[in-house]
C-alpha cells in the first residue's frame, strides 16, 4: 500500500494479454502488476507511450477483463462494468441531442433516479463543476472544458467509490488544461473522492498527485512510486514542484532508453 491507509483499490498479479489477428501471438500488456491505492488519494498513473496505462484503466473499469490476477474494489472483486466505477476519457462522451442537465441526469435515470430528484442533483454536481445555469446548453454550445466539466458531474452524479480519469486533459489547450487541472485538485479537495488519474505528462502528474505510480514498458508492472508531499496549491516554478518533475522524467527516460 502507499501511504498505509485503507486501500480503497488492489491489483494483485493483474496479468492481460491479447491475441493478434494476423499473426495468432500471445501480445502481453500488464505482466504481474501489484498496486494498492488508499481511500480518498489522488493518484497519478505515468509511464512509456504504448505501455499499457489506458488497458489498466479499463480492466479497473471492468471494461475488459484481466486475463489473470485480481481487481479489488473495498475488497470485493470487480467482475464487469458498475457505477461503483466512474470513468471519464479523453474524449468527451456526451449525447449531442441531450442537453447540459439530461446529459447529467442520464447515468440517475439508468439506476431508477428520475424527474425533479434526478434534476436536483444533476444541478448540485453542476453548481461544483461551476455550470450553474448551464442547464439548458447544448454541448456544440460549450467549451472544451466545459465539455469536461459535464462529463465530470455526469459521472460524480451517480457517487461512484472510485473516479478513473484517463487523459481528461489531453486535447485542451495549454491554458485550458492548466485550468482544469486547478479545478479537479479543488474537487478533490472538496470531495474526498477517490481518483485514478492516467497522464502521459510528468508535469500534470506532479501538479496533481500526491502518489505518482511508474509503470514499466509493456508489458506493464509498476517499477516506481513517487510520494508527493508538496503541499496545495502547487506552484510548478517551486524548487519542490521541478525536482520530482525531474526525478519522474530521469526514471521515465530510464525506461524508454534501457
Known sequence: MID????ALELRSLEKSYIEKKTGRELKVL???DLAVARGRLTCVVGPTGCGKTTLLRVIGGLEMPTSGDVLLDGHPVSGPGPDRGIVFQEYALFPWRT???NVTFGLNMKGVRGKEAAAVADRYLEKVGLTGCDNLYP???SGGMKQRVAIARTLAVEPRILLMDEPFASLDAQTRNGMQEFLVGLWLETGATIVFVTHSVDEAVFL????IGLSRRPARVVERFKNTIPYPRRRTDQAFT???ARVLEYLTREMTE
Not at 498527485?209 to 505518482?212: R, S, T, Y
Open 4 to 7: 498505509g491507509g485503507e486501500p
Open 31 to 33: 505482466d504481474g502488476l
Open 100 to 102: 447540459v442537465l439530461r
Open 140 to 142: 456544440r454550445e460549450l
Open 209 to 212: 498527485g500526491q502518489d505518482i
Open 243 to 245: 525536482s520530482l518533475r
